[in-house]
């Protein structure tokens, strides 16, 4: 079997890290004759190579999970890990996937899309509100323009030409890992500032209550919200939902923010902490992932 790691995205060095700790795990735990791929622009021709019986995929950011390798590994019929095409690519586009959760009753803020010079030349919406690329994952060009702001924000050159503005949501950050049809539970991520990609990845940058010490009727929606939210993007095997929770509101508060179709396996990462939690090893989980492989073809 194969494991795609590293890629093409500004999510590279989380992918490397993830896709050599599943090898690791399958390799020493599972069994498995594993194949380590970099994943490039000659990625079809590697595989046509090898022709694995399956992979997992462990690539993070545009092109590793919005549907462009399903696409690939469904036109060459190789199972693969994780969620299909479609829903990859809608769990990706995060305007979209707000979209298909307010359809199905879900909690969102209020978002649209605008472009970069319009957003950096005057107040799109009234602070506090959020700039974030519209398909990008682990807080990568994430802006949080606050009330005390002088201005708009002055957006970096790297971000793309149109951007999803969204309110604010203030208030924990909670989430919820769905594995197949079963969400496992709820974690507390507590930091000091922003949940950015330092928090996320950095030794340190947060901490993980797992399972939350929150009231019952929150933990239980937010298991709800994921698995709903699982459902309606069409997700199969590994997803993570991302909340907002703001205390002074009840369950009123509870914000779903969005949903990961390929969480991080990293040494920090939340979804490996949340099955160890449930009695779930991270080689029984790799593993998992591995024998729920599939494809359409």
């Known amino acids: 079997m194969a494991v795609l790691l590293g890629g093409l995205s500004a999510e590279r060095e989380v992918s490397l890290s993830s896709g050599r ?14 194949v380590e791929v970099d994943a490039g622009r000659d990625l079809c021709a590697v595989l046509a190579d090898l022709s694995p019986d399956a992979v997992l995929n462990c690539l993070h950011g545009r092109w590793g999970e919005d549907g462009c390798v399903q696409g690939l590994l469904e036109w060459m019929g190789i199972p693969y890990s994780h969620s299909g095409v479609l829903s990859s690519a809608l769990a990706m586009d995060k305007q979209r996937s707000k979209d298909v ?3 199905v009753g879900l909690p969102v803020v209020d978002s649209f899309i605008r472009c970069k010079a319009e957003v950096m030349a005057h107040h799109v919406m009234a602070p506090p509100y959020v700039v974030k690329p519209n398909n990008e994952g682990s807080s990568v060009g994430v802006y949080l323009v606050n009330e005390e702001n002088n201005g708009p ?7 793309p030409e149109h951007v999803m503005v969204e309110t604010y949501a203030p208030g924990r ?13 709820v974690t507390d991520i507590i930091t000091t500032g922003w949940y950015d990609y330092d928090a996320k990845y ?3 940058g947060s901490t993980h209550v797992v399972p939350a010490d929150i009231p ?3 933990f239980d929606l937010c298991l709800d919200y994921a ?3 699982h459902a309606a993007l069409g997700c199969r095997g590994i997803s993570r939902t ?3 929770w703001d205390e002074a509101r009840g369950a009123d508060g509870l914000i779903l923010l969005e949903t990961n179709t390929q969480p991080g396996m990293t040494a920090t990462s939340l979804s490996p902490e949340q099955a160890q939690s449930c009695g779930i090893s991270f080689p029984e989980l790799c593993a998992w992932m591995v024998e729920d492989a599939s494809c359409d073809r």
């Open 21 to 34: 700790a599943c090898a690791a795990a399958l390799r020493e735990h599972g069994g498995y004759k594993v």
């Open 101 to 103: 959760y307010r359809r």
């Open 153 to 159: 924000p002055q957006l970096d050159d790297a971000m």
């Open 173 to 185: 950050e909670l989430t919820t890992t769905v594995m197949g049809d079963r969400a496992l539970t």
């Open 202 to 204: 950095k030794a340190g």
């Open 216 to 218: 019952s009727d929150i």
């Open 227 to 229: 698995l709903r939210a």
């Open 242 to 244: 991302d909340f907002r």
